[in-house]
């Protein structure tokens, strides 16, 4: 039986890839990706045969890795971060109905919330969760109702597709939707080009960032009611204190 594996290559330096995903690779014959994201890893295993295709060609790229397997060679398709958020994970499984005869294997990565967290500081210790400000695959509606159920809820949250070309504004409407339920002092964080050139990482408040510009490799950090700044660093308490002051 044929194997496919979809590995997570972290955010972007070879440093943040686990081990575990460094191995696969080496032992692949064939590395399957997006261009951007093959161009991060060709260095560092000379001697691979590379495949790519263009962004938003994502079910040919499936096909192309499961093709591959069935002519008997050991494929790796990669996705940046891990390919269960917001990756290929998913789509390889769905795809993979028509090619029962090669198995999948994945292989986790480091995702960009918490390459950007680390970054940060420590602003997701609490309850978080991940929304992505694309609409090209969910219905903006949807988004919304999320993003007010997160707000209600004070989950730290974690803004992935923050923006594109297409969809300049959609942070500052995300962040006008979430100052009717989060004070506009709230801390938030922003970090563009996790791991890779051009690395920046920013603590403001939600008003701020709603007045800020985004693009598509930013992942942006919205804090929960008790995120604070600590020596220029973004943290949300675990609640120690509160157990310290019950003792
Ligand atoms: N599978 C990826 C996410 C793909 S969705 C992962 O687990 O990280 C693409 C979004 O991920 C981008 O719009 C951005 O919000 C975030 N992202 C991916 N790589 C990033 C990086 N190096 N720096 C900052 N954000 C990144």
């Given amino acids: 039986m044929g194997q496919v594996y979809v590995v997570g290559i972290g955010p972007g330096a070879y440093e943040e ?10 032992k692949c014959d064939v590395i399957v990706g997006y261009t951007v994201y093959v161009d991060l890893v060709r260095n560092h295993f000379p001697g691979k045969e590379f495949l790519t295709t263009p962004m938003r060609r994502e079910e040919e790229r499936c096909e192309l890795a499961f093709e591959e397997a069935r002519k008997g060679k050991r494929v790796a398709l990669i996705c940046s971060g891990d390919a269960g958020i917001y990756g290929m994970a998913g789509l390889m499984y769905e795809v993979g109905r028509n090619y029962k005869d090669i ?17 940060l500081g420590a602003p997701m210790v609490h309850d978080c969760c991940f929304i992505s400000l694309s609409d090209l695959l969910t219905p903006w509606e949807k988004i919304e109702k999320r993003l007010i159920a997160a707000a209600q809820s004070d989950f730290v949250i974690c803004l992935y597709n923050p923006s594109s070309k297409k ?9 006008d939707l979430l100052l009717k339920y989060k004070k506009e002092e709230t801390v938030c964080g922003l ?40 020596q220029g660093k973004m943290v949300t308490p675990r609640g120690y204190d509160r157990e310290r002051k019950e003792i």
């Fill in 103 to 119: 198995s999948i294997e994945v292989v986790p990565g480091v995702t960009a919330a918490l390459g950007g967290a680390a970054l």
């Fill in 191 to 230: 970090v563009k080009n996790i791991a890779r050139d051009g690395e920046i990482s920013e603590i403001l408040t939600l008003k701020e960032l709603g007045e800020t510009k985004a693009d598509m490799f930013t992942t942006v950090f919205v804090g929960n009611q008790e995120t604070l700044v600590i």
């Fill in 167 to 175: 969809r300049q504004d959609y942070l500052r409407r995300a962040c």
């Fill in 17 to 26: 890839m686990t081990v575990r995903a460094g191995k696969i690779l080496s």
